[in-house]
């Protein structure tokens, strides 16, 4: 999808040991595979995002996988604990096969 | 993870439950309430509520930036973009937002935001105008009119401008469609009280364009307007009509002060 943007929010830095919160959109229509076509009556096929990792230097540290009704421009938050620096990497797995990526810098101090 | 939750109640029939309860809480809303006036956001859910106080939460903010990169996107045979001319919208757009819908002299009746979005598209950059209710129509109009965010919304309503006012306060008050409701039963007999699972708010339209959860996306004023418009079984008129031009220059004027708040976050 080509307006599939993915946008992620995390603070550039964190003391050793702590909680940090990290805030991820992408804009997707989620569309469910349940609606019509208005005009043809032809069932519109499914395409969601169905699955979601963050990678953090190389190792998976949280994914979620997505069903339906999950909304449309999916906005997703969750807590890590910081402990080292390193670069995050966020994934978005689209069932057209497309993935999305984005990453970020987090420095421990 | 976010999910809209639509409550469906059942033997409703064909009656609008209109349930006066008034909201009694006196809660100081701050920014959001001048005088009487008080902003959609008064209404809304907390959850909904945090959703547009985090820029980065709201996903309105998805069609800004899209406005945004449009913004200095030349096109069309003039070969220009809209920064060519008006440079950086922080600054040349200030006061747009807040000031919008105006009466134009060429046109000889009102024009909204959209409606100058695209005159400019086809005077100026000699580009296609863009359809309503396109991600680029209402990224471009939330841009522009998010540069105006806090200002207050504040209309001329006299000279060449008080004719189509009153058309627009006439519509207001207009009783129409199967159910014979004037936008005022709702947003000023009823504001506060419950309208089926929805507390109905005063209709004010500082928000415009919003992020409406129903919508799973953005849309406009008019869009709004259609849906109530087709909510009391009345023939909603056109994107753009004369008719909705005029309407929204009452609202904003019956909502000044208030500060835009494009791209707010309604259910």
Redesign the interface.
């Given at each position: 999808m080509a307006n599939a943007k993915p946008r992620v929010k995390l603070p550039k830095s964190a003391a050793k040991g702590e909680i940090v919160q990290i805030k991820t959109l992408i804009s997707h229509k989620m569309e469910s595979g349940q609606r019509v076509d208005s005009k043809t009556g032809e069932k519109i096929p499914r395409q969601i995002i169905n699955k979601f990792v963050c990678a953090f230097n190389g190792k998976e540290v949280f994914s979620a996988d997505w069903h339906g009704a999950v909304s449309a421009n999916p906005y997703m938050s969750f807590y890590l604990k910081a402990t080292e620096s390193g670069t995050f990497e966020f994934t978005w797995t689209d069932d057209d096969g497309s993935v999305y990526t984005k990453t970020a810098e987090l420095a421990v101090q | 993870?976010?999910?809209?939750i639509t409550a469906v109640v059942l033997g409703a029939g064909l009656t609008v439950a209109l349930a006066g309860t008034a909201l009694t809480d006196e809660k100081d809303w701050g920014k959001y309430q001048v005088g009487d006036v008080r902003s959609g956001y008064t209404y809304a859910k907390a959850e909904t509520r945090a959703i547009q106080d985090d820029d980065?939460?709201n996903?309105a903010f998805?069609w800004v930036?899209y406005g945004e990169e449009l913004w200095g996107t030349a096109e069309g045979e003039a070969g220009k973009s809209c920064a060519s001319c008006h440079g950086d919208a922080a600054e040349s757009m200030a006061e747009a937002g807040a000031s919008y819908p105006v009466y134009d002299e060429a046109w000889g009746k009102l024009m909204n935001l959209e409606q100058r979005i695209n005159q400019c598209r086809e005077e100026n950059m000699r580009a296609e105008p863009w359809k309503w209710e396109t991600?680029e129509l209402l990224g471009m109009t939330a841009y522009v009119r998010h540069q105006s965010s806090g200002k207050p919304v504040s209309v001329k309503i006299d000279g060449k401008a008080a004719p189509f006012y009153e058309k627009g306060k006439e519509s207001y008050y207009q009783r129409r469609g199967q159910l014979d409701m004037a936008c005022s039963n709702c947003h000023e007999d009823n504001a506060g009280g419950q309208l089926r699972a929805n507390i109905l708010s005063q209709g004010q339209s500082n928000g415009f364009p919003t992020y409406r959860?129903k919508w799973?996306?953005v849309g406009s004023l008019h869009r709004r307007f259609r849906g109530c418009n087709s909510q009391v079984r009345a023939e909603p008129f056109g994107y753009g009509s004369d008719e909705y031009v005029n309407l929204e220059l009452f609202l904003a004027n019956r909502g000044s002060g208030l500060p835009v708040e494009t791209p707010a976050v309604r259910n």
């Open positions: - | 993870m976010r999910r809209t980065f939460e996903p998805l930036d991600r959860l799973q996306g």
